[in-house]
């Protein structure tokens, strides 16, 4: 089976999200984020986390999350969010998800969120399973930074100098 190593999915930006100006709020956009990657790992490679929290005691927690503002998100406008596993090791995932307009000409946000893998029942780290592991190793497409600044950079415009 081939799985899609980056999924997208497309949302509407809904008045309860914005401030005053009318911009999805800065602390909204983790919502659109983790509410798109919690579909997409339904829907692409069958994981419930929430299913799994139930009948295994096991999940993922946030760790960490880096994020960058580059262009404001409106109110009803249609938002492309992309998301892709960039990091794995035996207990961290790294998530990097990105929020375009509609046809994805301007990218409006991009985030690299970190996810521990984490047992409920004894409240500590857990291993993924070799079932996991195997499923990881399949989609993980690394990028080429180091870092979340020299990432950033990447989709910066140059500017040229005519003469």
């Known amino acids: 089976m081939n799985l899609p190593k980056i999924v997208s999915s497309q949302?509407?930006?809904?008045?309860?999200?914005?401030?005053?100006?009318?911009?999805?709020?800065?602390?909204?956009?983790?919502?659109y984020f983790m509410n798109h990657r919690e579909d997409q790992l339904l829907k692409h490679y069958d994981i419930d986390i929430y299913k799994m929290a139930q009948t295994k005691g096991i999940s993922w927690v946030s760790s960490s999350n880096q994020i960058a503002y580059l262009k404001p998100a409106f109110l009803m406008e249609v938002v492309t969010i992309e998301s892709q596993l960039i990091y794995q090791d035996s207990s961290l995932l790294k998530v990097e998800m990105r929020m375009y307009n509609e046809d994805k000409t301007h990218l409006k946000a991009l985030i690299w969120c970190s996810f521990v893998h984490f047992n409920l029942l004894e409240q500590a780290r857990a291993h993924h399973s070799e079932d996991m592991i195997?499923?990881?190793?399949?989609?993980?497409?690394?990028?080429?930074?180091?870092?979340?600044?020299?990432?950033?950079?990447a989709f910066k415009p140059t500017k040229s100098k005519t003469l």
């Open 134 to 153: 195997k499923l990881f190793e399949s989609i993980v497409t690394p990028v080429d930074a180091t870092n979340f600044e020299e990432r950033l950079l």
């Open 11 to 31: 949302t509407k930006i809904r008045f309860q999200h914005c401030d005053p100006f009318n911009h999805l709020n800065n602390g909204s956009y983790i919502d």
